[in-house]
């Protein structure tokens, strides 16, 4: 079952603009992960954020984590078109296995 | 050398065919695994091996048979599938399954697979 659900379904910005993608989970984890994809092909690992940080930038990216309120966003900041694509958070439960929850993703559009 | 290559990237295949899908990593990774993914949907985890050995199978149908030859290699054949498996296939590989570390996975492009 898929653990993950993320907000917005689908988001459409002008280039330069921020965009922020929320994520949020049901049980205890050891990381939580961002990933993007571009259509149709495989996905990128972008930024990991562990369950003992709050905070996490990578160029930029800002990644938070709230593991009281089991949340997570995404925050990409001065869009490009490039940037178009499907985000997906994915958990890293307490289970050691390897598995990831997916959620079901955010798209996003960027316009030029 | 970063990438997990996939094998072939398109596969059109009839019901009775038997054909294999192939997946390659020279990263060390020594945790593989192979997804299946619907459009406009997150992927989905079919199995997992660690060590060479399969962990876990999401109670993926017997039509789908993975096979781990060396740590760097792993197969997926098919056979006897149905429209519905139609989908994008993706593997992956991470350093390993389990500890607190960083065990971010790294992905093929994956093979677009269509069942006529």
């Known amino acids: 079952s898929q653990q993950g659900e993320e907000d917005p379904q689908a988001l459409s910005i002008q280039e330069g603009e921020n965009a922020t993608m929320n994520c949020s989970y049901k049980?205890?984890?050891?990381?939580l992960q961002w990933y993007r994809q571009n259509s149709g092909r495989g996905l990128v690992h972008l930024i990991l954020?562990?369950?003992?940080?709050r905070e996490k930038h990578s160029g930029r990216l800002r990644v938070t984590l709230d593991t009281s309120k089991k949340s997570s966003s995404l925050l990409i900041t001065a869009s490009r078109a490039a940037d178009t694509a499907s985000y997906f958070c994915?958990?890293?439960?307490?289970?050691?296995?390897?598995?990831?929850?997916f959620g079901q993703g955010t798209t996003l559009q960027v316009k030029p | 050398d970063t990438e997990v290559t996939q094998t072939p990237k398109h596969l059109v295949m009839g019901m009775t065919n038997k054909k294999s899908l192939k997946c390659e990593q020279h990263?060390?990774?020594?945790?593989m695994y192979w997804y299946k993914q619907k459009a406009k949907k997150p992927p989905e985890l079919m199995f997992v091996?660690?060590?060479?050995?399969?962990?876990i199978n999401e109670s993926v149908p017997s039509r789908f048979s993975p096979e781990c030859p060396n740590s760097s290699l792993l197969n997926l054949h098919l056979h006897a599938l149905q429209p519905e498996d139609s989908a994008l296939y993706l593997c992956?590989?991470?350093?390993?399954?389990?500890?607190?570390?960083?065990?971010?996975?790294?992905f093929g492009p994956g093979t677009r697979l269509t069942v006529l």
């Open positions: 954020i562990r369950s003992n940080e």
């Open positions: 049980t205890s984890i050891n990381n």
């Open positions: 994915a958990t890293d439960a307490l289970s050691n296995t390897g598995k990831l929850i």
């Open positions: 992956a590989s991470s350093q390993r399954t389990s500890g607190r570390g960083r065990n971010e996975q790294f």
């Open positions: 091996y660690s060590y060479e050995k399969l962990s």
């Open positions: 990263m060390g990774h020594r945790a």
